[in-house]
C-alpha cells in the first residue's frame, strides 16, 4: 500500500473514532455522567432559585450544587426526565417545602430511581407559629387546579427565615460530609451576617414611612410585610397568571378606596398586568386614593440561568426594597 494509500485509511479510522467518542455517554470511562463533575463531596440538587443561593454560599468549594428551576417557577413547574436525570446521583435535594415543590421533589425523585437521596423540606425546619395561612393553585402534570396549602409557602421572601434556612442547610452539608465542617460553618456564618445586613438595610430604608400598604399582586408577600413592617391588604390575582373578572376587579378597586391603599405591587414574570393597570386607571380617573401607583416586587420565583449567581438573592431582595423605599410615602 503506498503512502497516499495509508493515509486516506488512517484519516477514515481517525473521523470514524470522533464519531464514535461523539455518541458515547459523557460519563463513560470517566466516572461523569455529564450532569456532576467527577470530584469529591456532596452532590447538592435544589429546587429554585432562593434556596440555591443559600446553599452554594455555604457548600463553597466542598460539595456541588446545582438549580432544577429557572425561567419556571414552583407554581408551574413540571419536572421532565431531564430534570430526574439531575437527581438521579445527588445525594442531598434541598426544597423551599410547605407543600409548595414537595410533589414535584417526590415525583422526580421517583423518575430518577435515587433511593438514597435524601429530601430536606426547608419550611419545616422554621417555627410552627411563625408560619401564616395561605392558598395557592399549581399545575400539576398538565392539568391546572386549585391546591390548598393551609400554609403559606412564600417563606423566602423574610430575610429572618433565609437565615434559619441557610442554617439547616449547613447542618444538613456538616452531616453529609463532617471532613469539612469547619468549613460549612464558617461560610454559613459570613452568609447569614450578609442576610442579617440585609434585613437591617431594609429596615433603614423603609424607615420613617408614614403609609405601609399595598396590594400584592399575587399571594406571595405576607412573609416580606411581616419582615419590613408592611401591611397587605389585597391580592390582585389569587391564582398567578389568572387575570381577576370584572366583580374581583371592582372589590379591588373599592378596597382601594375603604382601606386608603395607593400602592399596587407588580410582577417581573407577569409584563402586562392588565389588571393591576385597570385598577390603577381607575383610581386616577375617578378619584378616592390620592396618588396611586404601581410598584414592582420580584417575588423570586424564576430567573434565567445566566442571571442566577450566588449574590442573585440579595441583589432581587434589594432591587425591591429600593423600589418600595421610592414608592411609600
Same mark, same amino acid.
Request: proline share 6%; charged share 25%.
Given at each position: 500500500?503506498?503512502?497516499?494509500?495509508?493515509?486516506?485509511?488512517?484519516?477514515?479510522?481517525?473521523?470514524?473514532?470522533?464519531?464514535?467518542?461523539?455518541?458515547?455517554?459523557?460519563?463513560?470511562?470517566?466516572?461523569?455522567?455529564?450532569?456532576?463533575?467527577?470530584?469529591?463531596?456532596?452532590?447538592?440538587?435544589?429546587?429554585?432559585?432562593?434556596?440555591?443561593?443559600?446553599?452554594? !454560599?455555604?457548600?463553597? &468549594?466542598?460539595?456541588?450544587?446545582? !438549580?432544577?428551576?429557572?425561567?419556571?417557577?414552583?407554581?408551574?413547574?413540571?419536572?421532565?426526565?431531564?430534570?430526574?436525570? *439531575?437527581?438521579?446521583?445527588?445525594?442531598?435535594?434541598?426544597?423551599?417545602?410547605?407543600? *409548595?415543590?414537595?410533589?414535584?421533589?417526590?415525583?422526580?425523585?421517583?423518575?430518577?430511581?435515587?433511593?438514597?437521596?435524601?429530601?430536606?423540606?426547608?419550611?419545616?425546619?422554621?417555627?410552627?407559629?411563625?408560619?401564616?395561612?395561605?392558598?395557592?393553585?399549581?399545575?400539576?402534570?398538565?392539568?391546572?387546579?386549585?391546591?390548598?396549602?393551609?400554609?403559606?409557602?412564600?417563606?423566602?421572601?423574610?430575610?429572618?427565615?433565609?437565615?434559619?434556612?441557610?442554617?439547616?442547610?449547613?447542618?444538613?452539608?456538616?452531616?453529609?460530609?463532617?471532613?469539612?465542617?469547619?468549613?460549612?460553618?464558617?461560610?454559613?456564618?459570613?452568609?447569614?451576617?450578609?442576610?442579617?445586613?440585609?434585613?437591617?438595610?431594609?429596615?433603614?430604608?423603609?424607615?420613617?414611612?408614614?403609609?405601609?400598604?399595598?396590594?400584592?399582586?399575587?399571594?406571595?408577600?405576607?412573609?416580606?410585610?411581616?419582615?419590613?413592617?408592611?401591611?397587605?391588604?389585597?391580592?390582585?390575582?389569587?391564582?398567578?397568571?389568572?387575570?381577576? !373578572?370584572?366583580?374581583? *376587579?371592582?372589590?379591588?378597586?373599592?378596597?382601594?378606596?375603604?382601606?386608603?391603599?395607593?400602592? *399596587?405591587?407588580?410582577?417581573?414574570?407577569?409584563?402586562?398586568?392588565?389588571?393591576?393597570?385597570?385598577?390603577? !386607571?381607575?383610581?386616577?380617573?375617578?378619584?378616592?386614593?390620592?396618588?396611586?401607583?404601581?410598584?414592582?416586587?420580584?417575588?423570586?420565583?424564576?430567573?434565567?440561568?445566566?442571571?442566577?449567581?450566588?449574590?442573585?438573592?440579595?441583589?432581587?431582595?434589594?432591587?425591591?426594597? &429600593?423600589?418600595?423605599?421610592?414608592?411609600?410615602?
Amino acid at each position: 500500500m503506498n503512502a497516499m494509500r495509508r493515509y486516506q485509511w488512517w484519516l477514515v479510522g481517525l473521523t470514524a473514532l470522533g464519531v464514535v467518542l461523539a455518541v458515547l455517554p459523557l460519563g463513560c470511562g470517566g466516572g461523569s455522567d455529564g450532569v456532576w463533575p467527577d470530584r469529591p463531596g456532596p452532590k447538592v440538587v435544589v429546587s429554585f432559585a432562593p434556596v440555591y443561593c443559600w446553599a452554594v !454560599n455555604v457548600a463553597g &468549594d466542598d460539595a456541588v450544587v446545582k !438549580n432544577m428551576m429557572t425561567t419556571t417557577g414552583p407554581h408551574d413547574f413540571n419536572p421532565s426526565d431531564t430534570d430526574a436525570r *439531575l437527581v438521579r446521583k445527588a445525594d442531598l435535594f434541598f426544597i423551599n417545602g410547605l407543600n *409548595l415543590d414537595n410533589e414535584i421533589a417526590a415525583r422526580m425523585m421517583k423518575g430518577s430511581g435515587n433511593t438514597r437521596l435524601k429530601v430536606i423540606d426547608l419550611g419545616s425546619r422554621l417555627p410552627a407559629d411563625q408560619l401564616l395561612e395561605g392558598q395557592c393553585n399549581h399545575v400539576h402534570g398538565g392539568h391546572d387546579h386549585p391546591h390548598e396549602h393551609g400554609t403559606d409557602p412564600h417563606v423566602w421572601l423574610n430575610p429572618d427565615y433565609a437565615v434559619l434556612m441557610t442554617e439547616a442547610i449547613r447542618d444538613e452539608l456538616k452531616a453529609a460530609d463532617p471532613d469539612h465542617a469547619a468549613n460549612y460553618d464558617r461560610r454559613a456564618a459570613e452568609y447569614v451576617g450578609k442576610l442579617r445586613a440585609l434585613k437591617a438595610e431594609g429596615v433603614a430604608k423603609l424607615a420613617g414611612k408614614k403609609d405601609r400598604k399595598l396590594i400584592s399582586f399575587h399571594e406571595s408577600l405576607s412573609y416580606f410585610a411581616r419582615s419590613f413592617d408592611l401591611t397587605v391588604s389585597g391580592v390582585v390575582q389569587k391564582k398567578p397568571g389568572q387575570e381577576p !373578572n370584572s366583580e374581583e *376587579l371592582r372589590d379591588l378597586v373599592k378596597l382601594c378606596r375603604e382601606k386608603q391603599v395607593r400602592l *399596587l405591587a407588580v410582577e417581573p414574570q407577569y409584563t402586562a398586568n392588565t389588571s393591576a393597570a385597570a385598577i390603577l !386607571n381607575e383610581l386616577r380617573r375617578n378619584g378616592g386614593v390620592a396618588d396611586p401607583a404601581l410598584v414592582e416586587i420580584d417575588p423570586l420565583e424564576t430567573v434565567t440561568p445566566q442571571a442566577l449567581t450566588p449574590a442573585w438573592y440579595e441583589e432581587r431582595m434589594r432591587a425591591n426594597l &429600593d423600589a418600595l423605599a421610592k414608592e411609600l410615602k
